[in-house]
């Protein structure tokens, strides 16, 4: 790579944009990553309540390509990662569910640092031909980077246009607990995972997952509970999260609490593409997990494709 080469723009530093830069990185670009938020992540986020730490979003992830096992193995190897547990069920079903070391936040900050890019945190793109580059990555969810590309003038053309449009995503609501006490009904790794239940989707011991010295329970309300309560005030969310924390764990004892919501909690259904390409002066790339599969290996999948092509047509 030479001084000459072109500028690339990631958009996000959640794993599909942080999976986009250190792929850039190896094929010889160098990549500028713009973050809204004062920290990487995305979805996969950490928050602080007085003395105790809490995962807030996704809870934790599975591995099953090669690429993505490999990216998760060396960053295990650099203690980044680690295996959470082998199931939730009982017994559990001995696949791997990994989390973040110190919290989930940590995958994407390891891949930026091998990256070796420049990270400009707090510093929200509200229009792409500002950034002056050759090549944009976009990786918030598809409605944002929609509305962005929408705003700055390069909206995609009317067969990708259309098909953005429909992508819809669900709603999750997180409610995190800042405890007098460990709590005592969870299982020993610390995680209840609910499948079908109208109120719940997941509790996390922040505590025995490794993530905070302080006790601290993050509440997932299922999706359907989520899009339901979506407009309630944050003390009757609260009061709806204790009343069915107590019920699966039993009594607590709260020292303070703090509701996240998450609009775009994971997109309902998939784009079969890995990622979407259109335009010159700038290229864009639209990525993420709303392409060929959900979740934490197709959001990092979707990001290493999208600039794998961007290096092949700048090539």
């Known amino acids: 790579m030479t001084s000459s080469s072109p500028e690339i723009a990631v958009v996000g530093a959640g794993v599909a944009g942080a999976s986009a830069a250190y792929r850039l990185s190896e094929l010889g670009f160098k990549s500028h ?25 996704a809870q934790f992830f599975t591995t099953r390509g090669h690429r993505f096992q490999s990216a998760v193995d060396a960053a295990a190897a650099d203690g980044a990662v680690k295996v959470w547990t082998h199931g939730f069920d009982e ?42 580059a050759s090549a944009i990555v976009l990786t918030p969810p598809v409605p944002v980077s929609l509305a962005l590309a929408q705003h700055s003038d390069l909206e995609p053309p009317e067969n990708l246009l259309n098909r953005l449009r429909n992508v819809e995503y669900k709603r999750t609501i997180a409610v995190l607990f800042s405890l007098e006490e460990h709590p005592r009904g969870l299982p020993s790794h610390g995680g209840i995972q609910f499948v079908d239940d109208p109120e719940l989707a997941f509790i996390a011991d922040n505590a025995t ?19 339901a309560l979506w407009n309630q005030p944050d003390h009757e969310l609260t009061e709806f999260a204790s009343e069915y924390l107590e019920a699966k764990i039993g009594a607590v004892v709260s020292l303070g609490s703090v509701v996240k ?52 047509l700048l090539s």
């Open 261 to 312: 919501r998450w609009r775009y909690a994971g997109p309902v259904q998939v784009l079969e593409e890995s990622a979407f390409l259109w335009g010159n002066q700038p290229l864009i790339a639209m990525a993420g997990e709303a392409f060929n599969g959900p979740k934490v290996e197709g959001a990092f999948d979707s990001g290493r494709y999208a600039a794998e092509k961007i290096a092949e």
């Open 209 to 227: 997952k490794g993530v905070s010295e302080s006790p601290a329970v993050t509440v997932h309300l299922s999706n359907d509970a989520s899009l």
């Open 91 to 132: 017994p559990p079903d001995g696949y791997e569910r990994w989390c973040g070391v110190p919290d989930m936040t940590a995958l994407a900050s390891w891949l930026l640092a091998k990256a070796d890019v420049m990270v400009h945190f707090g510093q929200p793109v509200d229009n792409l031909k500002h950034l002056n």
């Open 33 to 57: 990553v713009y973050e809204t938020e004062g920290h990487p992540g995305g979805r996969m986020a950490a928050t602080v309540i007085n003395e105790a730490k809490f995962d807030h979003g």
